[in-house]
C-alpha cells in the first residue's frame, strides 16, 4: 500500500507559478500511474492531470492544459504539478492520486490518496 504527502501550496496572486510535490512511500512507486485532482468548496473532486508509470505518456484537463505540467522521478519517488500563469478559479485543495491502472486513475477507481495541499490563487 502507497502513502502520499503531497506540498508546495499556498496563497499567490493571478498570473504567478506554484509547483506541487507528491512524495510516494510505502509502495513501489514505478509501478503506479500518478495523477492531480482538485476539489474546490462545494464541488467535485476534478480531474487534472495524470501520468504514466514511465512517464512518457501525460493527460490533462482541457482547463490547465497549456499551463501545467506533470512530472515524476522515479529514484525521488516524487511525482509535481507545475503551475503557471495561475488563475483565481484554480484555487482548490489539490489532492495526488496513484493507482496500478492508468485508466482507473482518471475514473479515480481505487485510488490511493494523499491528504491534499491549499492553492488559493487571489486576483
Known amino acids: 500500500q502507497v502513502q502520499l504527502v503531497e506540498s508546495g501550496g499556498g496563497l499567490v496572486q493571478a498570473g504567478d507559478s506554484l509547483r506541487l510535490s507528491c512524495a510516494a512511500s510505502g509502495g513501489t512507486f514505478s509501478s503506479y500511474a500518478m495523477g492531480w485532482f482538485r476539489q474546490a468548496p462545494g464541488k467535485e473532486r476534478d480531474f487534472v492531470a495524470l501520468?504514466?508509470?514511465?512517464?512518457?505518456?501525460?493527460a490533462y484537463a482541457d482547463s490547465v492544459k497549456g499551463r501545467f505540467t506533470i512530472s515524476r522521478d522515479r529514484a525521488k519517488n516524487t511525482v509535481w504539478l507545475q503551475m503557471n500563469s495561475l488563475k483565481p478559479e484554480d484555487t482548490a485543495v489539490y489532492y495526488c492520486a496513484a493507482n496500478s491502472n492508468i485508466i482507473r486513475v482518471r475514473q479515480r477507481t481505487n485510488n490511493y490518496w494523499g491528504q491534499g495541499t491549499q492553492v488559493t490563487v487571489s486576483s
Open positions: 501520468i504514466s508509470t514511465t512517464g512518457q505518456y501525460t
